[in-house]
């Protein structure tokens, strides 16, 4: 990595500790120099203004998940063993940029309209994966139906682990992906042997 | 409402959009003070400082769904048809207050260590509603076991609405609320008979 692209890297991880932490509206430029070690020459040689950091901290993770989650969506197993993969993954991304999530989750919606359509174009697209599988899980007989409404509460599902996760907790993020969609494939209704048995 | 009341209502209400538009770090008492139409004093005779208000906004939400929930979690109906109004009166008031709901999940994290352990007492025993439904539910028969893990599952498919929940959208916070508690139920996995009929 060479010289300008280390100190590009020293601003983004600076900026998301300082972002998760006070908020993107709580934290200076001066701040951020200071935690960055970056002069304010050299800072704005990499960026427009702060935002645009906000902006690169937020497309970063979500571009990420795209590339990972395009090949899973193509890589012609079981939709089943398919979407396993796509929670799996999504959830050992949380837990191993969870400030980078959590910055985006909570700041995104605060950028200016062109920026807020590039990150929304981004997550549009990470969720068109997610649709394609439960498409093809249709298809094949695997599924039900899964309506555009009903992808939102399943990513939801995932998503909303930035508040809860515990990285160094007792259930790892693959097993939390396994388990939420054993929820989602199975969901909690008793099978009628079960309700059976308790009469 | 007397007169303080309605000052204390005014500071809320104010906060509460400009801390949805710009963040709470983002919005000064100056501004504050603007937009709600009251003195510097008559702010401090009701509020500490602009924390207290975050913690207002932040409360209400929570501890109004606790009521609500609380009686739906006595009222005795079999335990599908409780969770099933649970589901529907979050939805319902995530709908209703979408910007103190948003304020909450984007800015409880940032209050200093009392305040946030008061908010997260009143969080924790909203979830205890749900806990004990479905906990109703395991033992008559009708649902699983639904551990703690997948408890945080379903509650993030609800909270994460209020990122993409549209109150004048085609699809009503009642409807969302009932299909998400049938995907729960049931799941995504397509019965035997459908599996056939594909082949």
Chains 1, 2 share one sequence.
Request: charged share 25%; hydrophobic share 45%; aromatic share 10%.
């Amino acid at each position: 990595m060479g010289r300008g692209a280390r100190t590009r890297e020293r601003i983004v991880t600076a900026a998301t500790e300082l972002f998760a932490e006070r908020g993107y509206h709580g934290t200076g430029i001066a701040e951020l120099l200071q935690v960055a070690r970056v002069s304010r020459g050299s800072f704005y040689h990499h960026f427009d203004d702060k935002e645009a950091v906000l902006v690169e901290i937020s497309l970063v993770p979500v571009e990420n998940m795209c590339t990972i989650s395009s090949q899973i969506a193509a890589d012609g197993r079981p939709a089943t063993e398919r979407i396993r993969s796509l929670a799996v993954a999504l959830m050992e991304d949380i837990a191993a940029h969870q400030s980078q999530w959590r910055v985006f989750f909570r700041e995104f919606e605060l950028l200016t309209a062109d920026r807020r359509a590039t990150v929304l174009a981004a997550r549009d697209r990470f969720e068109s994966y997610w649709a394609q599988v439960l498409d093809a899980g249709y298809r094949s007989g695997e599924f039900r139906e899964v309506s555009k409404l009903r992808l939102k509460g399943i990513l939801g599902m995932f998503n909303f682990s930035v508040h809860w996760m515990d990285p160094g907790g007792s259930v790892s993020p693959q097993e939390i992906g396994e388990d939420f969609v054993e929820l989602i494939l199975a969901g909690i209704r008793a099978e009628e042997a079960h309700q059976e048995r308790t009469f």
